[in-house]
């Protein structure tokens, strides 16, 4: 973990993880990276043999992933990893986002100080810079959080908590990173945010409304393939 201390993220990635949390980053990963396809049963004491660790650690990571969204528990059949999102939910979803994000950027953009800019600006450098990856798919499921995160500075900024909450609950991109896990997302995507950032280090609300409007329309056709 020598990487780790070059993470100025605050804390996140400072501490080694507990078990607990090791747990849950590899079976995250697996989701993510669809070794655990969606749809699939997760037996808990398969997975608990599997990655060597008692059943405790294991439960506590699917409560937390379920939160997250990423994998459902039914009665007597226990939890399995969910759906792939259907193309009209992938169209919902990005109409959700193109109603709220691109106002929350302007609105971001008009409250900003030289502080939160620095918090963005980092949110943004993290998901070049960040730790390592060991494998392709730990890359791709560390971009996804990362870009999470980054969009999620943005809402902070723009301080509407409900406008934040709503979709933060969605999950979005967790959902979208796994269902486009064999495509090409990344690089277009940090160039995007760059243009994002200009819009902002020139306290240009309008520019920021258009940046984001854009990155989310170009992501959606990116991604939309998918489907075809
Ligand atoms: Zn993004």
């Known amino acids: 973990m020598a990487e780790a201390a070059n993470i100025s993220e605050k804390g996140a990635l400072v501490r080694p993880p507990s078990i607990a949390e090791s747990v849950h980053q590899r079976i995250y990963e697996r989701i993510m990276a669809l070794e655990i396809p969606p749809g699939a049963r997760i037996p808990i004491d398969g997975l608990s043999r599997d990655l060597n660790v008692s059943q405790t650690p294991v439960r506590e990571a699917l409560t937390r992933l379920e939160r997250e969204g990423l994998v459902r528990k039914a009665h007597l059949i226990g939890y ?11 169209d919902d979803l990005y109409k959700f986002r193109l109603m709220l994000e691109p106002e929350s950027a302007r609105q971001a953009c008009l409250k900003l100080t030289p502080e939160t800019l620095a918090d963005i600006e980092a949110a943004a450098a993290d998901m070049e810079k960040g730790e390592q990856p060991v494998d392709r798919n730990s890359r791709y499921s560390r971009f996804a959080r990362a870009d999470a995160h980054f969009h999620d500075e943005i809402l902070k900024v723009a301080d509407n908590a409900t406008v934040r909450q709503a979709l933060n609950d969605q ?58």
Do not use: C, N, W
């Open 171 to 228: 999950h979005i991109h967790l959902h979208i990173f796994r269902l486009m896990f064999h495509t090409r997302v990344t690089q277009e995507a940090l160039e995007e945010h760059e243009q994002l950032l200009a819009a902002f280090r020139a306290g240009d609300p309008d520019a920021a409304y258009k940046a984001m409007h854009d990155h989310i329309s170009f992501s959606h056709d990116r991604l939309v393939a998918a489907f075809e």
């Open 80 to 90: 399995s990893a969910s759906p792939q999102l259907t193309h009209k939910e992938f």
